[in-house]
């Protein structure tokens, strides 16, 4: 069955500082794999994806993730973090291999709290 | 910009009330979903639906309903309001189902008493 875990409940962070958010996954196929923030009492914004080609994606307010088939991961990443990075981060996947009804349905993970400090 | 409204940010109905919430999306997706949100647990989606009149059960479709009969529009129902569907709601709509991302409204948090 497929699957996402962000291992973090919480990431801190001083201001300045590069930031990672961690994410794997589990699929039966090829993943399409979704970053979204969300800010305090807001619906979630799309923020990056990978369909296919260059493992390296970019994104939206200088955010970057990199996906690795071998580690089964798609980790957020950003060389220097901002107090307006606060915020709560959910990764997705879509399982192509996965036909039936549910099929193209995104799988969220449960979310990762960034607290960036000044 | 894709923009999906939903019909309220705050609710609060009793227990055994008929809940209608309303979901619009102004840039002609085909598929829209209901999600709801709750601490710890991430999203869990409700229903979906790929096309006018057509729906489908996503993981927690007990005690919700839906309904779209036009595209933009897509309709939430809880037919008998119980404390345990106290949640945030969220509302999706997105172009393609496979490679699309998902735009989503700014939510609507329902309180059950």
């Known amino acids: 069955a497929q699957s996402v875990a962000q291992p973090e409940d919480q990431v801190n962070v001083a201001e300045g500082n590069p930031l990672t958010v961690k994410c794997t996954y589990s699929?039966?196929?090829?993943?399409?794999l979704f970053w979204y923030v969300q800010y305090p009492n807001r619906g979630l914004q799309f923020l990056l994806k990978?369909?296919?080609?260059?493992?390296l994606v970019k994104g939206s307010y200088g955010f970057e993730a990199e996906f690795n088939k071998s580690q089964t991961s798609f980790h957020l990443k950003k060389p220097s973090a901002l107090v307006s990075d606060s915020a709560l981060y959910f990764c997705?996947?879509?399982?192509?291999?996965?036909?039936?009804?549910?099929?193209?349905?995104?799988?969220f993970g449960k979310g990762t709290k960034l607290s960036v400090k000044p | 910009d894709v923009k999906v409204t939903q019909s309220s940010r705050y609710l609060v109905k009793r227990t055994g009330e008929k809940v209608f919430l309303e979901c619009v999306q102004d840039?002609?997706?085909?598929?829209m979903f209901w999600y709801r949100q709750d601490p710890g647990l991430g999203l869990r989606l409700i229903y979906f639906?790929?096309?006018?009149?057509?729906?489908e059960k996503g993981d927690i479709p007990e005690g919700y309903s839906v309904s779209r009969e036009k595209k933009e529009r897509f309709s939430l129902i809880l037919e008998s309001a119980s404390t345990n569907q106290t949640s945030m709601y969220l509302c999706?709509?997105?172009?393609?189902?496979?490679?699309?991302?998902?735009?989503f409204g700014p939510g609507t948090r329902l309180t059950v008493t």
């Open positions: 999706a709509s997105s172009l393609g189902l496979m490679v699309g991302e998902q735009y």
């Open positions: 699929v039966s196929g090829n993943p399409y």
């Open positions: 990978y369909i296919t080609g260059d493992n």
């Open positions: 997705a996947v879509r399982d192509t291999m996965n036909y039936g009804g549910s099929q193209g349905n995104l799988i």
């Open positions: 840039m002609d997706h085909e598929n």
């Open positions: 639906s790929y096309d006018v009149k057509m729906k």
